[in-house]
């Protein structure tokens, strides 16, 4: 059988996280940490691997510093290199610093012949992954962004708060850009194939309630999290483990996403975040949801504010 591998760039916050959700899910049997502080990877290696005793698998723990050609041979990468304190006020906040560490190890990564999948979370998560696409030149299929994943997360949570539902039996999602501009397509809303409009019609006292406070709580749910903590760590980090289990377990799942766009809503050449099928080979296909004209309005909109950063980037 043959082993699979994952690399985790950047092991802060999130990337720690990410590396002992993978252990503690039994995803991996072996994991790669990069760092430019190499102390880092050394602790956290030494750390992993002490929690080893506890995890449902073994698992080799490989300590590569900052020698990222070692990932090469990884059948996935996660990229959580960033800064968060430089996210503060938003999550545009890490834009060149998380673009130049690209810069720092994508094309060696790539030219080490590397030829798996990326999974990006670092941010600003749209345009980290277009840059990752130009930077290595390799099938933008293979490229997956977090994106709204973890905010279409978030939203199901608000909603089952409110409407008092398990959040795995709702089917909505946040689509556009993983910051500010994103948004809920409510129109496709669904719970248990009844769609959310006409349940509200039915049953107002349980599914009539204030949209855009929903919308707005799961678009603020990082920064709740964040006020606290200074960070955001738990459901990121299990945000990039699913992606992994999706692309080992050639699971044709659909989930938010960000990925390239290839004509969908007449957007093209940039990444963005829509329902999207994962499984062994990365997107498979990305779902155009029926969305209203206002949501339209509001996913170009956003998906000109990601081009808007990707112009303030100097080597575009």
């Not at 699979?4 to 990337?15: K, L, M």
């Not at 996660?78 to 560490?101: I, M, P, Q």
């Not at 339209?296 to 080597?315: D, K, M, P, Q, V």
Request: net charge negative; glycine share 10%; hydrophobic share 40%.
């Amino acid at each position: 059988m043959q082993a699979r591998s994952v690399g985790i760039v950047g092991v802060g916050h999130v990337g720690a996280h990410v590396a002992n959700s993978l252990l503690l899910q039994g995803l991996t049997d072996e994991l790669r940490l990069c760092d430019i502080d190499t102390q880092k990877t050394a602790s956290e290696t030494q750390d992993l691997r002490d929690s080893l005793a506890f995890c449902p698998y073994n698992t080799v723990v490989i300590d590569c510093g900052d020698r990222y050609e070692e990932l090469a041979g990884c059948d996935v990468i996660v990229n959580a290199a960033g800064k968060v304190s430089l996210a503060a006020g938003g999550r545009d906040g890490e834009l060149f610093y998380t673009t130049d560490a690209c810069r720092s190890f994508a094309e060696r990564i790539a030219n080490a012949g590397f030829d798996g999948i990326w999974v990006s979370i670092a941010n600003p998560c749209d345009v980290v992954c277009t840059e990752i696409w130009h930077l290595t030149g390799c099938d933008p299929k293979r490229v997956i962004g977090s994106g709204t994943g973890l905010d279409s997360a978030r939203l199901r949570s608000q909603i089952s708060l409110a409407c008092q539902l398990d959040p795995k039996s709702i089917n909505a999602y946040m689509i556009g850009e993983h910051g500010a501009s994103m948004l809920a397509a409510w129109k496709a809303a669904s719970i248990s194939g009844a769609l959310l409009s006409d349940l509200a019609a039915a049953d107002p006292d349980r599914f009539a309630f204030d949209r855009a406070e929903i919308e707005d709580l799961a678009r603020q749910g990082g920064y709740v999290t964040y006020a606290g903590k200074q960070c955001t760590e738990y459901a990121v980090a299990n945000a990039a483990a699913r992606v992994v289990a999706a692309v080992f377990h050639d699971e044709h799942t659909v989930m938010g996403a960000s990925t390239l766009m290839e004509g969908q809503y007449g957007e093209e050449g940039i990444y963005t975040s829509l329902p999207c099928i994962i499984g062994r080979n990365g997107v498979e296909q990305v779902i155009e949801l029926d969305l209203s004209d206002e949501e339209r309005a509001g996913f170009h909109a956003s998906c000109e504010h990601i081009r808007e950063n990707i112009g303030r980037l100097t080597w575009w």
